[in-house]
């Protein structure tokens, strides 16, 4: 099973750009326990290095998971109840109608084999310990590697502790250079990092050691100090070092030596900052997931700190590696950010920066919405997208401040453009679920809310809360005098109509709607869409003639517009218009810039549905075996993305079954299936899906020399890929060839590197087409 729906294929773990050091024995134990253990916790105090080592076992082992290694992040999210939504959204899951998040989890992954890295637990200990709980009971081939700073708590869980890295006893003799201690080979290749050609020598061996043990090997101290080689010398560092742990020791008693090590650490690293280095690193502390220039230049600059000095702040904090630096984007590491959020609270300035934090964001976010129907679309797509956990942060103010309910039921509402392509329809209710019932009194925030509440859950088929959402938006709207809300309110109950095949009022519903859009004056990418929606009902009703005529005029709004991502799925409508009246050439033209527009939304669903229609097109021109390619990919992807086929669209589904059993007498069974794997192959890769569907290309089978590539295979190989394409397990094929598991495993591995594949199921189609052939 491929999580990702294409988009990736082994995982989305981030490449390193340092070694893992010191760390071969903790890595080798770990994935020992993996072996057998379902879930491993690595647990430590902050910065002895959990995540780096979680990221390293989780590298290692990728060729041991055919579904991927997935990085679980969960520093930056503070609502426990957003736990499996951000999960779900990682994995590329949607809920299917009535699914928790947890569950359409659960239900996705099943029978896959993959690894959940979950970093950073410990302020979530609960909703993590539940959904690994969940994941181990309904997931059984799904392990999870964890790291908090306390265990999970949950039956079945090893925990590994972390210990910092290995310094030199002082009472024995040293061996020259870093070879041995894992503090110095750190310190060595981060000092180096600083100042070029620095080396661990005989000379400054004695030094280095003292830093180190110092530091108590803790990497996170080690690396601070090692950058401060920019600056200082080795014995200048030792010195300072050295008097503030003095300092420092006679503190909190009740806190561990590493813990008051680290935090001497950090201290120390902010006492190397200007006055005004501190304050921006603890302004800057609001920022989750970090932040951009500008970001930073609005919201924690005032007349203490001006906007003007702000870069060369930053720039400073860059060079003492306290903020990180990437792209257009600044970052401090969790436990550097955490440090600058206690400082601010001590300031007593908090409320203050969450707020202008909220208020640039909230800006942001309108400016994205206005901009939405414009050449500016993907640019704000893509900037809210980068935004997502500062998004988080400002609507959890919101939320949780009193008298802000009504801005993040706006915040909430306002990103409806978001929450839809970004397949984040879960969170966006959950937002609005939330602001709804915090500020229940009639307002024009709550109208916009209601509606886009309701629009979200129509898409996910809860027909019930979406009505009783919309009926209230409706009714007040009449009350308010608030046109432009009634017409939402009747286009979305018109959508809901039309899901439910109630088709004389879906286009009674969604024309009024439209009619109401244009009196109005709203031309934006919901009231294009709207027009969409009400071709399709027109098609379904069989009038394709009328539903092409909308569909072109609309296609117009959208050019005079240059819009995008409303001309995509008005594209669709057309595409399926023009099919349904014959014209295939006219239809897979309109299906195929549709796909490739959807493409850079990352809009997974609107891209099966286009996939989908295709598939049936090559039905209509005789193309069999394209065809069932098509389905097959289409079919891959549906139950990745957590929807049922084509939102459960019943004229729809009428037409996808019809084509499926066209395609299937037309290749007979072996035929058909052999094909349809192959599609499942290419759901893998997104891009070589697109190019495939465009006739830009056939889909790939592995050929070494001319031939295909399973004749380069060792017999031994050949027999495992025969049982891997049976459906073995690599645990059944260990027993049915009476070989050890790891064995078994080590030979799947060589396979996929040999034939260039990246899953099983690519071995399972070559060895399936080989048969037949």
């Known amino acids: 099973m491929d999580i990702s729906g294409g988009r990736r294929s082994r995982g989305n773990l981030p490449v390193e750009v340092t070694s893992l050091v010191g760390r071969r024995h903790d890595s080798a134990e770990v994935r020992r326990l993996l072996s057998t253990a379902r879930l491993v916790t690595l647990i430590g105090i902050g910065g002895v290095g959990k995540t780096r080592l979680a990221l390293g076992v989780g590298t290692e082992l990728r060729r041991a998971f055919p579904d991927g290694v997935w990085l679980l992040e969960f520093a930056e999210l503070a609502d426990p109840a957003l736990v499996a939504h951000m999960v779900a959204e990682a994995l590329r899951v949607t809920n299917h109608p009535g699914q928790s998040s947890a569950e359409a989890v659960v239900k996705a992954l099943g029978e896959a084999s993959a690894l959940l890295v979950f970093d950073n637990c410990e302020h979530l200990i609960e909703p993590c310990a539940h959904l690994a709980e969940q994941l181990l009971h309904g997931a059984h081939g799904v392990r999870i590697l964890a790291t908090s700073r306390q265990p999970l708590g949950v039956t079945g869980e090893h925990c590994w502790p972390v210990a910092p890295l290995v310094v030199p006893d002082p009472d024995h003799p040293m061996e020259t250079g870093s070879a041995g201690y894992s503090a110095l080979a750190l310190f060595e290749q981060r000092a180096a990092a600083a100042v070029p050609g620095f080396t661990v020598t005989a000379a400054n061996q004695?030094?280095?050691?003292?830093?180190?043990?110092?530091?108590?090997?803790?990497?996170?101290?080690?690396?601070?100090?090692?950058?401060?080689?920019?600056?200082?010398?080795?014995?200048?560092?030792?010195?300072?070092?050295?008097?503030?742990?003095?300092?420092?020791?006679?503190?909190?008693?009740?806190?561990?030596?590493?813990?008051?090590?680290?935090?001497?650490?950090?201290?120390?690293?902010?006492?190397?900052?200007?006055?005004?280095?501190?304050?921006?690193?603890?302004?800057?502390?609001?920022?989750?997931?970090?932040?951009?220039?500008?970001?930073?230049?609005?919201?924690?600059?005032?007349?203490?700190?001006?906007?003007?000095?702000?870069?060369?702040?930053?720039?400073?904090?860059?060079?003492?590696?306290?903020?990180?630096?990437?792209?257009?984007?600044?970052?401090?590491?969790?436990?550097?950010?955490?440090?600058?959020?206690?400082?601010?609270?001590?300031?007593?300035a908090e409320q203050r920066l969450r707020r202008a934090h909220r208020d640039w964001y909230w800006r942001q976010a309108k400016q994205a919405a206005d901009k939405w129907f414009s050449t500016e679309q993907v640019h704000s797509y893509a900037r809210m997208k980068a935004e997502h956990a500062n998004l988080r942060s400002a609507l959890e103010f919101c939320l949780s401040t009193e008298g802000e309910a009504r801005a993040g039921m706006y915040l909430g509402a306002v990103l409806w453009f978001f929450w839809?392509?970004?397949?984040?329809?879960?969170?966006?209710?959950?937002?609005?679920?939330?602001?709804?019932?915090?500020?229940?009194?009639?307002?024009?925030?709550?109208?916009?809310?209601?509606?886009?509440?309701?629009?979200?859950?129509?898409?996910?088929?809860?027909?019930?809360?979406?009505?009783?959402?919309?009926?209230?938006?409706?009714?007040?709207a009449v009350r308010m005098g608030d046109d432009s809300a009634f017409a939402h309110a009747v286009y979305v109950i018109g959508l809901n109509a039309l899901r439910n095949d109630n088709l004389p009022v879906?286009?009674?519903?969604?024309?009024?709607?439209?009619?109401?859009f244009q009196?109005?004056?709203?031309?934006?990418?919901?009231?294009?869409?709207?027009?969409?929606?009400?071709?399709?009902?027109?098609?379904?009703?069989?009038?394709?003639?009328?539903?092409?005529?909308?569909?072109?005029?609309?296609?117009?709004?959208?050019?005079?517009?240059?819009?995008?991502?409303?001309?995509?799925?008005?594209?669709?409508?057309?595409?399926?218009?023009?099919?349904?009246?014959?014209?295939?050439?006219?239809?897979?033209?309109?299906?195929?810039?549709?796909?490739?527009?959807?493409?850079?939304?990352?809009?997974?669903?609107?891209?099966?549905?286009?996939?989908?229609?295709?598939?049936?097109?090559?039905?209509?021109?005789?193309d069999h075996e394209r065809a069932a390619r098509l389905l097959g990919a289409s079919d891959r992807m549906w139950p990745v993305v957590g929807s049922i086929p084509l939102l459960g669209f019943r004229e729809l589904s009428e037409a996808r079954a019809r084509a499926t059993e066209q395609a299937r007498v037309a290749l007979g069974r072996a035929g058909f299936e052999r094909a349809t794997e192959s599609g499942i192959t290419l759901a893998t890769d997104l891009d070589q899906l697109l190019a495939y569907s465009a006739g830009e290309s056939k889909p790939k089978t592995a050929r070494r020399n001319g031939k295909p590539a399973s004749t380069a295979l060792t017999k031994r190989e050949r027999e495992i890929a025969e049982l891997v394409a049976d459906g073995l397990s690599n645990k059944d094929i260990a027993a049915a060839l009476v070989i050890s598991q790891r064995t078994a495993e080590t030979h799947v591995e060589h396979i996929l590197t040999k034939l260039g594949f990246t899953s099983r199921a690519q071995i399972a189609a070559l060895i399936s087409e080989q048969r037949v052939t």
């Open 420 to 476: 839809s392509p970004a397949d984040l329809i879960s969170e966006g209710r959950h937002w609005l679920t939330r602001a709804l019932a915090l500020d229940p009194a009639p307002s024009p925030e709550r109208l916009h809310a209601l509606w886009v509440a309701g629009r979200m859950a129509v898409l996910q088929g809860e027909n019930e809360t979406a009505m009783t959402l919309l009926e209230e938006c409706r009714a007040e």
């Open 519 to 622: 009196a109005l004056g709203e031309i934006n990418g919901v009231t294009v869409i709207s027009r969409g929606f009400l071709a399709m009902a027109h098609t379904a009703s069989g009038d394709s003639d009328r539903a092409v005529e909308l569909c072109q005029e609309s296609l117009e709004i959208c050019a005079a517009h240059d819009d995008q991502w409303a001309r995509a799925h008005i594209l669709y409508a057309l595409a399926h218009a023009e099919w349904c009246r014959g014209d295939s050439r006219a239809a897979a033209g309109h299906a195929l810039e549709s796909l490739k527009l959807k493409r850079a939304f990352d809009d997974l669903i609107g891209i099966a549905g286009d996939v989908e229609l295709l598939g049936w097109i090559a039905v209509s021109e005789g």
């Open 206 to 348: 004695a030094t280095v050691a003292t830093i180190c043990r110092e530091l108590d090997g803790l990497p996170l101290a080690i690396e601070l100090a090692a950058a401060r080689l920019r600056a200082l010398s080795l014995d200048q560092l030792l010195t300072r070092l050295s008097n503030r742990y003095k300092l420092l020791t006679s503190g909190r008693t009740t806190a561990t030596p590493r813990q008051q090590t680290l935090r001497g650490a950090i201290d120390w690293s902010y006492d190397l900052c200007t006055e005004d280095e501190r304050l921006l690193w603890a302004r800057a502390s609001v920022f989750s997931g970090g932040f951009d220039l500008s970001a930073a230049e609005s919201v924690v600059s005032d007349d203490e700190l001006s906007a003007d000095d702000v870069l060369d702040l930053l720039h400073g904090l860059v060079d003492k590696s306290i903020m990180l630096f990437g792209g257009d984007r600044y970052r401090m590491l969790e436990t550097v950010r955490s440090y600058g959020a206690q400082k601010l609270r001590e300031s007593g």
């Open 506 to 516: 879906a286009t009674v519903l969604l024309a009024e709607a439209v009619a109401r």
